[in-house]
């Protein structure tokens, strides 16, 4: 009773606050994927929203935990097979590198870049605070894409999902803060195919603040400004503290607000500052 009556008094604290502190970016895309691999349609959107197949697009493999990587590695042979013509795998574990004007030019001339699947505490640790983060928001602001699937989506939320260097079953571990393209958002992945739906609640519990998502594999979240679009086979979970369902909800029997989550399927549109399924 005592938790439900805090639950309750943090809800309306942010509801007078206003739920409309998660914000997109001001400029560019983003496309955020639930990991077990992007549908030809998810990164031939990617190409597209980089500015077409000419432009360079940047294959950033360092989640997976290599030392180096070939230019086959991650997506490169599959955007190549699709028609972009300039494809480049780029990676360090040197933060003196992340931070040289000559090791990261490729950062400041592409159109896209798209961060791979791994552990996401290990983009932190090599790009965190370096010249290579500022040239990832950079791509933004001149309208490019940024793209990612698994640890590559999660990174891409100011609260770092699963970043504990110990195990990925751990929600808020010795990493916390991710890369932040969306503001005030925790981001999930794999959460259907891995029964991961109800983990968000450990977080959520602790920053009721957030926005949390959750996205299956092989679907994405097409992010322009403040909204975003779902596109792949499967879902995307929203946990809001409200409810949204085609039938409507006036005859469910639903859970307290503060356990909540409800699904967003193919060509649904949400806005995140507003907190609503549009």
């Known amino acids: 009773m005592l938790r439900r009556i805090g639950i309750l008094i ?36 990617f ?44 990676h360090t574990l040197d933060r003196a590198e992340a931070d040289d004007a000559t090791y990261t030019a490729p950062l400041a001339e592409a159109g896209g870049i798209w961060f791979g699947g791994g552990r996401q505490w290990r ?16 791509i933004l602001a001149r309208g490019g894409v940024i793209g990612g699937s698994s640890a590559g989506a999660s990174i891409q939320g100011s609260y770092l999902v ?13 990493h916390e803060v991710g890369f932040g393209f969306i503001k005030n958002i925790a981001i999930d992945q794999h959460v259907l195919a891995r029964n991961r739906h109800f983990d968000l609640f450990t977080i959520l519990d602790q920053k009721p603040e957030l926005l949390g998502v959750g996205i299956d594999e092989k679907t994405a979240m097409i992010v322009k ?31 307290d607000p503060d356990r909540r989550f409800y699904f967003l399927r193919e060509g649904d549109r949400y806005d995140m500052s507003k907190r609503k399924k549009l």
């Open 225 to 255: 400004g403040n909204v975003f679009e779902v596109l792949g086979p499967s879902y995307v979970l929203i946990y809001d503290q409200g409810f949204w369902s085609r039938e409507g909800s006036r005859m469910k029997n639903l859970p």
């Open 47 to 90: 190409i597209a929203l980089a500015g077409g197949p000419d432009k360079l697009l940047v294959i950033i493999p360092t989640a997976s935990g290599r030392k180096t990587y070939n230019q086959n590695a991650g997506i490169a042979e599959r955007l190549r097979a699709l028609g972009a013509s300039d494809v480049r795998v780029w």
């Open 123 to 138: 983009l932190v640790d090599a790009y965190g605070g370096t010249r290579s983060e500022a040239l990832f928001h950079d």
């Open 10 to 45: 943090s809800f309306i604290m942010l509801s007078q606050i206003g739920f409309g502190q998660t914000e997109g970016p001001k400029k560019g895309s983003l496309v955020i994927v639930g990991g077990g691999g992007a549908t030809d349609a998810i990164l031939e959107k």
């Open 162 to 174: 699963r970043g504990d260097t110990k195990s990925n079953q751990i929600m808020m571990g010795d």
